[in-house]
């Protein structure tokens, strides 16, 4: 009997031995990998984030021919000089005489190298489809080049004194960007003055949005001209004191020189209204067929921006 206990207590032995390796295989986890801590954006972050989407958003329009591309993408900026007599925006002067505010709009598709003026620095508008419960001063024509809009009637957009044909382009048959060029082409002098406006009203529903995206498109037939002058969009005056409900997405400065003027707008905004936006340096495309860009420098801010909503 002796040699039948013995392999029985043998058997016995090795059943514990499997036991205990298949236990142990069984609770054995994996390595598990450290996950990355999560780095919240602030709100400069986030506006230079929107601002390069916007731009190399080139899309004809936002869904339907009513709702023109400017509603959802590019960036609408509006060059300002210094002045301390009132809020920089506020209307100037000048726009509240024509009741029109001169803006420019910047897409990949639509570049140029300089603002209006010679100014280094203003402020940026949100598209109005992000602009949440922000008021929408209406826009109300663009034009591809500078127009020489603060001697124009109806807002910056009727015909240049003495220059018939120069108002509305629908008015003498201009739809397209390729008309639009022959009539501007068309005129050897003061051609500026002599070309017609792409009217954008509201009121233009279906129309308004082919009328923006023909004033877009016309700049590739200017080339070099077109880089070197910016376009114009003339925007609806507002009232003043509305730095709470306008859509003020961000400062900006192109030159070094404009980011004191930067700093001090950033400072009256919240002073007067509570209201901190960033500042932007926006570097113009460097040549014809270059692309702009969007920073948000820390080091630029007169207070840290908050963590972006």
């Not at 989407?53 to 300002?80: H, I, W």
């Not at 505010?101 to 508008?125: E, M, Q």
Request: net charge negative.
């Amino acid at each position: 009997m002796k040699p039948f206990l013995s392999l029985k207590a043998l058997l016995f032995s090795a059943s514990l031995v499997l036991i205990s390796c298949t236990s142990v295989e069984h609770v054995t986890s994996p390595a598990v990998t450290p996950r990355a801590p999560v780095i919240q954006e602030n709100l400069g972050e986030q506006v230079a984030r929107h601002l390069t989407s916007r731009y190399a958003d080139t899309r004809s329009d936002c869904g339907k021919p009513s709702m023109p591309s400017f509603l959802c993408s590019g960036v609408m900026l509006r060059g300002t000089s210094s002045n301390p007599k009132y809020h920089v925006w506020d209307n100037s002067p000048a726009s509240i005489s024509k009741g029109g505010v001169s803006f420019s709009y910047l897409r990949a598709d639509t570049d140029f190298d300089r603002l209006a003026y010679g100014y280094t620095n203003g402020y940026i508008f949100e598209s109005y489809v992000h602009a949440g419960d922000k008021i929408h001063p209406e826009i109300l024509c663009s034009y591809p080049v500078d127009a020489w809009t603060g001697h124009r009637p109806e807002a910056g957009c009727g015909a240049y004194p003495g220059l018939a044909g120069s108002g509305a382009c629908h008015l003498k048959g201009v739809t397209t960007a390729a008309q639009w060029w022959e009539d501007y082409d068309s005129h050897p002098t003061e051609r500026h003055q002599w070309q017609c406006g792409f009217d954008v009203r509201n009121s233009r529903n279906e129309l308004g949005g082919p009328a923006f995206a023909a004033s877009v498109e016309a700049r590739a037939y200017l080339g070099a001209e077109g880089y070197q002058v910016q376009n114009e969009i003339m925007v609806k005056t507002w009232d003043d004191n509305l730095g709470k409900v306008l859509p003020l997405e961000a400062f900006y400065y192109i030159e070094a020189a404009g980011l004191p003027v930067a700093q001090r707008n950033q400072r009256d905004l919240r002073a007067a209204d509570g209201i901190l936006i960033p500042i932007i340096s926006v570097r113009l495309a460097p040549t014809q067929n270059g692309t702009a860009t969007f920073y948000y420098i820390a080091s630029d801010q007169t207070e840290p921006m908050p963590v972006a909503p």
